[in-house]
T-cell receptor
């Protein structure tokens, strides 16, 4: 079973639309959760951390549901510049206390004029 | 400028060549990672180093050999690669997770695009 599962999409939405991505993780002991954005042929960059209480950054809202082991990202009022691949990331510690970062497959978003 | 620098940015090598990828981070992190990203595939974790000690080797073939001389530098030595090893190789670094610590996100270098011919 994969550590992190995401719907790969693609999601094609018109400008101004609201779009939501979900992601599930398998390790209930996972501690940290993030959404990253990756543009074509570029490295992933942190979009936002995800906290149990939920957090918002402008048009972006991230939520974590530990009981169901899923993470969500909501983008409101989509812009053309939002077109990218969105990666769900989960951090778990192994028995030795070492960090492991696990990435989902990414969800491809295209915002259409 | 992400604070994580990878060199070279592009590399073309023959199957009998030996080359090395270099990663350097200036963020004071104590965990470093190598990832492989093939076309239309998700990021694959290859190696993890915590405080210079390797803690993860995800069944990576021995033709890939990592080296971490200190917490700021990470190398990936390549030899006798195959064409299917052509991919984007990404280095990342982060703080180690500790209870109560929130700034554990990873920062990536720009990657080395490797082509094996």
């Amino acid at each position: 079973r994969k550590e992190v599962e995401q719907d790969p999409g693609p999601f094609n939405v018109p400008e101004g639309a609201t779009v939501a991505f979900n992601c599930t993780y398998s390790n209930s002991a996972s501690q940290s959760f993030f959404w990253y954005r990756q543009d074509c042929r570029k490295e992933p960059k942190l979009l936002m951390s995800v906290y149990s209480s939920g957090n918002e950054d402008g048009r972006f809202t991230a939520q974590l549901n530990r009981a169901s082991q899923y993470i969500s990202l909501l983008i409101r009022d989509s812009k053309l510049s939002d077109s990218a691949t969105y990666l769900c990331v989960v951090t778990s510690n192994d028995r030795a206390g070492a960090n492991n970062l696990f990435f989902g497959t990414g969800t491809r978003l295209t915002v259409i004029p | 400028e992400t604070g994580v620098t990878q060199t070279p940015r592009h590399l073309v090598m023959g199957m009998t060549n030996k080359k090395s990828l270099k990663c350097e981070q200036h963020l004071g992190h104590n965990a470093m990672y190598w990832y492989k990203q093939s076309a239309k595939k998700p990021l694959e974790l290859m190696f993890v180093y915590n405080f210079k000690e390797q803690t993860e080797n995800n069944s990576v073939p021995s033709r890939f050999s990592p080296e971490c001389p200190n917490s700021s530098h990470l190398f990936l030595h390549l030899h006798t690669l195959q064409p299917e090893d052509s991919a984007l190789y990404l280095c990342a670094s982060s703080h180690l997770y500790r209870p109560g610590q929130t700034n554990t996100e990873a920062f990536f270098g720009q990657g080395t695009r490797l082509t094996v011919v």
